[in-house]
Structures are given as C-alpha cells and as structure tokens.
C-alpha cells in the first residue's frame, strides 16, 4: 500500500515537473519572441517615422505656444534627426497630409501636456526614453497581472501567463510604432493593482494619465471606478484630469494660439475623410482596425449604417454592463471579469487599431482567475485572445493584395466578412462572453 502511495505522488511530481518545464520553455520562446518583434525591430526602425514623432513635434509647439493641430507647424519643428519624407512639404502644400497621413494627430491637449517634457530633449533621445519608460511599464504590468490574478511566480500558471502576455502581437506592434495606447494600457492595469492595495492617489493619478494619453484607452478604467462607486478615486481621476487640460488650454491662451479650428478640422478629417480610420477598401490597411465597422461594411456597404450599427451594438453592450455591475455591486472577487467586460466591448463601437487590443491583457488575466471555478468559460475565453498571438487580420490582407491568395478563394464573400476580419468576430464573440459571465454571477 504505502509503494503504491509513493509510486503515485511520484507520478504526480513528474508531471508537475513536465509542467513547469514545458511552461520555463514556452516564457523562455514568448520572451524572445518579445524582444525580436517589439523593442528589437524598434531599435532597428528608430530613425525611421512612428506614431511617437507626430506627437513629440506637436508637444513642442504646445511649449512654444505655437498651434500644435497645424501642418505648416508641423512642417517647421520637423526635427532634422528625423528622416525628411518627400511626401512632407508637398502634402502640406497641397491640404492633404492629414487624410492621407493621419498627421497632425487629432490627440487631445492633455496627450501633448503629458508629452510635454519629452519634447524638450532632442528626438532620439526622446524616443529612446519613451521607450524605456514602455518597457518599464511592461515589466511592472506583468507583476501586476500576476498579482491580480492572485497566482506565486513559482506556479507554472504564473509563468503561462506572463508568457502568453509576452507573445500578445498587439503588444509587439504597438512597441514597434511607439504608439501611446500601450502605456495607456500598462498604466490602467497598474492602477488596477495599486486600487486593490487601496492606494487611492496613486490609482487615481495613473488612470488620470492613461485618460489624458488616450482618452478611448484610459475610460473604460475610470467608467469601471464610476460604476464601483468608488467615488474618491473618481473624483481624483476628473479632478487631475481638468487640471492637465486646464494647463494645456492656459498655456495656449497665453500664447494667443488660435488652434480648435485646426483641432476640430483633424478630427473631422480622421474620422470622415481620412484613409486611416476609413472601413472601407479606401483604405488599403483596414484590416488593421478591430472595430465592429469593418465586418458591418462588408454586409451592409453603407458607411452611415455600419456607424449607426456600431453604435447601437456599443449601446446595448454598455446597458448590459451596467446592469451586471449594478446587480453584482457588493462582490470584489469579480473585478477582473467586469474590467474585462467593460474594455473589451469599448474596442468595438469607435475607431480602434490592432495595438489597442492590447487591452486583453485583462481577460487574460480573467482567465487564470476562472480556470479555479470554471475552466470551460476559462478554456473559452483563452480560445478567444489566443488569435491575437499574430496580426492575423494584417497578414492575411497583405497575403491578398501580394498575389498569394488565390483570387477564387479571395473572391468568395465569406473570405472578407468572416476571414481576414476574424480578429473583431474574436472581440465580438469575447465581449458576449464576458457580459454573459457578468450576468450570470449576479444572479
């Protein structure tokens, strides 16, 4: 009797011990993975234009007082350590950089505020702290999901987790582009931890900075504090949030800038005329978004009805949230799951790219946390985030448009509606998921 206790607990260790090592190798491959895809080809393309340039220019007009939302402004703090595009001067002259380039960025004036500072150091320098501070916040943000997830970093689902963040492809993108969603993301999940631990300024000035730096990434995190009723946080949030816009407009007052004009006209652009935010085949990259226009177009071909439809999906989501949240008030073993909820379904209604799926960290660490009382809704979820280990949508549209795809198969309606598009049914399917689980649990 006690040989074959013994025989089974070694058992036991020897798949645990398969276990750990099967995980040590897939953090060891996911890390590498990490370091090619994201800060490797950063570093490689650091001269080149990213998403970060656009911003640190306008940043410095914001210092000097200049109108930050004008091209010719643009044009004119261009940093000579920068590459000079040929497309620059002419685009500028002719009206048409902002449709065809997204360039100036239409961000609010607490982006550039916050930005500020870095716009006093020469570009490179500038950039290669920005992305610094990313990783930075990256390593903080995976102890941070590990905590919250409530797992010991010697549990081999510890290790799975952070692998599976490190292989997230969204995460490699943003990195590479310099975009600010990712430390929009890293703080909102930071803040998440530190509000657990019940420090209420910290949490309060990171979401705050997540807001100000994108507003589409950071207000999922303060709508969740709202609805927790945690109204010290919230407050504090609103309260730093006015104080950066409030410093920003004043600063632009003094100078005498006249800027909404400009400011308005950006938006209008991007989102009506613009090539980078347009769904349809006007834009050769839009299998790159990840809102719900891009499959909604392909059904109904009316830009008008897909906005409208989008919308009212994004509505019924949020209506449906608040009713779990408001049901399921006193719980707060479920944050994960009603945090998850809220940012996945916010990806959907308004214009969105592949980098901000980065927000799936959060039902990724939902995942761990479900795997204890239910595995299938757990094993489902993973099934769903696991798509966006590779920028599928992207590569399967480049696929395409080289000739690699043949053009009987491209040609079939379900190719361009279910497809190439398959990352924003993920998200769809993702978001049900989750406000179905929400729901669930609060009766």
């Not at 995980?23 to 570093?43: K, N, Q, S, T, Y």
């Not at 234009?49 to 091209?71: E, K």
């Not at 100078?255 to 009506?272: A, Q």
């Not at 757990?378 to 000739?403: A, N, Q």
Request: contains cysteine.
């Amino acid at each position: 009797m006690q040989s074959f206790e013994e025989g089974g607990h070694s058992s036991i260790r020897k798949a645990g011990n398969k276990w750990t090592a099967l995980c040590l190798a897939l953090l060891l491959l996911a890390g590498a993975e990490f370091v090619l895809r994201g800060p490797g080809r950063a570093v490689y393309l650091a001269t080149q234009y990213n998403d970060f340039l656009s911003l640190y220019i306008q940043a410095h007009a914001w210092v000097r007082g200049q109108d930050p939302y004008s091209p010719e402004t643009l044009l004119s703090l261009w940093p000579a350590e920068a590459s000079h595009f040929s497309f620059l001067a002419k685009e500028v002259a002719d009206g048409s950089i902002i449709a065809k380039r997204g360039i100036p960025t239409a961000y609010p004036i607490t982006s550039l505020v916050l930005i500020a500072p870095f716009s006093l150091l020469p570009w490179l320098v500038a950039y290669a702290l920005w992305l610094a501070i990313n990783l930075a916040l990256f390593s903080i943000m995976l102890c941070a999901l590990v905590a919250l997830a409530g797992l010991s970093y010697r549990e081999p689902s510890a290790v799975l987790l952070v692998s599976i963040t490190l292989a997230l492809a969204p995460f490699h993108t943003g990195i590479v582009t310099a975009n600010v969603t990712l430390v929009a993301v890293e703080l909102g999940v930071i803040a998440v931890w530190t509000a657990r631990a019940r420090h209420d300024v910290t949490t309060a000035v990171l979401v705050a900075m997540s807001v100000g730096l994108k507003p589409q990434i950071g207000f999922c995190f303060l709508l969740y504090y709202l609805a927790r009723r945690r109204w010290r946080i919230f407050g504090m949030i609103v309260l730093v949030v006015v104080l950066i816009a409030g410093s920003g407009l004043l600063r632009l007052e003094l100078g005498h800038t006249s800027w909404l004009r400009n400011y308005v006209n950006d938006n209008r652009v991007l989102l009506e005329t613009g090539i980078l935010a347009n769904f349809t085949p006007i834009n050769p990259t839009r299998f790159g978004l990840i809102n719900l226009q891009v499959v909604l177009y392909q059904l109904v071909r009316s830009t008008r009805l897909a906005n409208n439809l989008a919308f009212s999906v994004g509505v019924v989501f949020l209506v449906v949230w608040a009713v779990g949240m408001w049901r399921g008030r006193a719980r707060n073993d479920l944050e994960m799951l009603d945090l998850s909820a809220i940012a996945i379904a916010s990806l959907l209604p308004v214009y969105h790219r592949f980098y901000d799926a980065a927000l799936l960290v959060l039902p990724l660490c939902w995942v761990f946390v479900s795997f204890r009382k239910a595995r299938m809704l757990g094993s489902l979820s993973l099934m769903l985030v696991l798509p966006f280990l590779i920028p599928g949508g992207t590569i399967l549209d480049s696929m395409e448009r080289s000739g690699r795809i043949p053009p009987t198969l491209a040609g079939r309606w379900w190719w361009e509606v279910i497809v190439v598009p398959h990352q924003v049914w993920m998200l769809f399917f993702l978001a049900v998921l989750l406000l179905k689980e929400m729901n669930t649990v609060s009766d």
